[in-house]
């Protein structure tokens, strides 16, 4: 079994910062790719940062410059930085990891259950 944990969404006001933090737990060989996506209402999933095992990292245009995705691969963790924070950065994050479980070495998508991040105007 592998679970993967979000925490540190909440209301922050325009031009304020948080930090979404990401945790894999269970059997797991090996993450692989991690990132971050996000859904706002009415509107389709998308990606926000991702990073490889190795830390290379791309990112949305929309968040350039703003945001940084890090991870620590001893805790299997990843983080999102968000900084100077829009109103039209509010959404639901996701986190999803890419994982080789231990139970016969499958690789697997799996996500998060969400958390909510609302910037006021």
């Known amino acids: 079994q592998v679970q993967v944990v979000e925490s540190g969404g909440g209301l922050v006001q325009a031009g304020g910062s948080l930090r979404l933090s990401c945790a894999a737990s269970?059997?797991?060989?090996?993450?692989?790719?991690m990132g971050w996506y996000r859904q706002a209402p009415g509107k389709q999933r998308e990606l926000v940062a991702a990073?490889?095992?190795?830390?290379?990292?791309n990112y949305a245009d929309s968040v350039k410059g703003r945001f940084t995705i890090s991870r620590d691969n001893a805790k299997n963790t990843v983080y999102l930085q968000m900084n100077s924070l829009k109103p039209e950065d509010t959404a639901v994050y996701y986190c999803?990891?890419?994982?080789?479980?231990?139970?016969?070495?499958?690789?697997?998508?799996?996500w998060g259950q969400g958390t909510q991040v609302t910037v006021s105007s």
């Open positions: 999803k990891a890419n994982i080789k479980r231990t139970t016969f070495f499958t690789v697997n998508d799996y």
């Open positions: 269970g059997s797991i060989f090996r993450i692989n790719d």
């Open positions: 990073i490889t095992s190795g830390g290379s990292t």
